[in-house]
């Protein structure tokens, strides 16, 4: 037999081995093909000799002889090979799967990776197990201990081949990284695991760096492989197979670590196992984040359907929808959120006036105000209702003066039916940012034709409590809004904020 051919059937034994052992019809059929070559072997031989004669003495070497030549003789036919009726090449019922071959790089289409769970924890025996080998190499005492294999035991194809006899280096430092290239290969597994499990679009933010940090990694673990001198491990092929079809699936291009050629160093295990590490961490936050948003999100969608159904009980639903607020939008939910818009527009004014908006909760209603003005205008504006009391004594007050209304952002409708409610002749607006310096409204309080000033304290920054100090240096009525922009509620809040103080300014002038 060549070295070729023995090489050869030695590859053939140990990739068939791990399915032999466990799929029934492959063993029976490799059964079958033994008998078969035994039979033919039998027929081969010469009649009564055994196919497998004994072994005798070695005869003396004879005196060579000096004969002369004879004629060839023409060899009997050789007799048909017979082949035993329970033998058979046909397909078996049961499916057999294909062997993890490590084949070149565009000839891998047929291996269906196994879960990435699984190969998490096979890596991870196997990296416990190169480095007992390297233990044993360095002169300690080694046995392999049970529950090792109990736990391989307990795993599908399972195969700590390191620690069986072969034909191996005797490196230590070989094992040792060989056991921490099976280290990182468990943790980039993982890692893909977690990728998958994230919601669609913050996968697609760390999709390419885990791709290229798992193709390093199954790298890697092929270099330790090859540096003990092992050809093929089943995890680093469906490693390199998941990370092949999930880049194919989603159109990304990896122009590293794939190639035969293309090997990572097994001793540099240390650096990328850091950086998966910190990799994972960063998927882990997003994931936790992913579930808190979805949590808040659902929570407060059906405690503000609760608001809307029975606005009687708005009030006590307040505090922990404002806390929801800012869980929300601090896990990533963006402010202006088309939902969370919806179901606030109808509930907004029924926010109790002892009640703090926290800061993101503040971007929230910001976000719906801005909404609220740039919606186009309807055609038709709604009837006036009849005016209250109320209504009627500030109109007297205001109407044909300029009132300046600080806080939030414009709402083109509101602007308009305040400014008709009241019968006024400008409503000036002005719409407020974060941090904004309160200078900035100094020239609209000081107008001559402003009668009062309204601050919107819901939608302002606590610093614009400062304008009172512009009202009064021009000698302007102030008025802190506490509720919405209903002219009821603000005919309310200017009669018993500066009623009497607005009365005397009008019999003076």
Not at 64 to 78: I, Q
Not at 216 to 226: H, P, R
Not at 250 to 257: C, E, L
Not at 350 to 373: I, M, S, W, Y
């Amino acid at each position: 037999m060549t070295d070729e051919l023995a090489e050869a059937l030695l590859t053939l034994f140990e990739r068939l081995a791990p399915y032999v052992r466990t799929d029934a019809p492959l063993r029976e059929a490799v059964n079958g093909f033994g008998r078969a070559v035994a039979a033919w072997t039998e027929q081969l031989a010469p009649a009564g000799v055994s196919a497998q004669p004994q072994p005798v003495p070695l005869p003396p070497p004879p005196v060579p002889v000096v004969e002369p030549r004879r004629p060839a003789v023409p060899l009997p036919p050789s007799p048909p090979v017979v082949i035993p009726a329970d033998f058979s090449l046909g397909k078996p019922l049961a499916p057999i799967a294909r062997p993890t071959a490590y084949p070149d790089e565009d000839d891998r289409g047929g291996i269906t990776p196994v879960d990435l769970g699984v190969i998490t924890r096979r890596c991870q025996l196997k990296s416990e197990a190169a480095r007992m080998v390297a233990a044993r190499k360095r002169g300690d005492i080694f046995t392999v201990p049970e529950d090792l294999i109990r736990r391989a035991n307990a795993l599908p194809d399972c195969d700590l081949w390191m620690v069986h006899p072969g034909d191996y280096v005797e490196a230590p430092k070989a094992w040792d990284d060989l056991g921490g290239a099976f280290a990182v290969g468990a943790e980039a597994a993982e890692m893909l695991a977690v990728l998958r499990e994230l919601p669609k679009p913050l996968a697609e933010r760390h999709r390419e760096r885990v791709l290229y940090a798992v193709a390093e990694a199954q790298s890697m673990m092929w270099s330790g492989i090859l540096d003990v001198h092992r050809r093929v491990d089943n995890d680093q092929v469906h490693l390199f197979v998941h990370v092949r079809e999930e880049a194919r699936q989603y159109q990304i291009y990896i122009n590293r670590y794939l190639k035969r050629e293309d090997r990572v160093a097994a001793d540099r295990w240390p650096d990328l196992l850091s950086r998966i590490a910190l990799l994972k961490e960063q998927l882990a936050g997003d994931r936790s984040k992913a579930r808190t948003r979805e949590k808040g999100l659902n929570s407060i969608k059906h405690k503000l359907r609760k608001m809307n159904a029975e606005p009687a009980k708005a009030a006590e639903e307040w505090p922990r929808v404002l806390e929801l607020l800012e869980e929300v939008v601090a896990a990533g939910v963006p402010a202006s959120n088309v939902d969370l818009r919806e179901l606030l527009l109808p509930v907004m004014d029924t926010l109790p006036e002892d009640q703090e908006p926290g800061v993101n909760a503040e971007r929230v209603f910001a976000a719906v105000n801005e909404f609220l003005a740039t919606r186009p205008a309807p055609e038709s504006e709604p009837a006036a209702e009849e005016p209250s009391a109320e209504v009627r004594a500030v109109t007297e007050l205001l109407q044909g003066r300029e009132v300046v209304l600080i806080g939030g952002v414009e709402r083109s409708t509101s602007r308009r039916l305040i400014e008709r409610t009241f019968k006024l002749s400008n409503l000036n607006w002005i719409s407020t940012r974060p941090h904004e310096s309160v200078t900035y409204f100094e020239p609209a309080v000081a107008r001559p034709d402003v009668a009062v000033v309204l601050l919107a304290i819901r939608w302002s920054s606590h610093s614009y409590g400062d304008v009172k100090d512009y009202c009064d240096k021009y000698g302007k009525p102030i008025v802190y809004l506490t509720a919405g922009y209903n002219p009821n509620q603000i005919a309310h809040q200017i009669l018993q904020q500066v009623g009497d103080r607005l009365r005397a300014l009008n019999r003076a002038g």
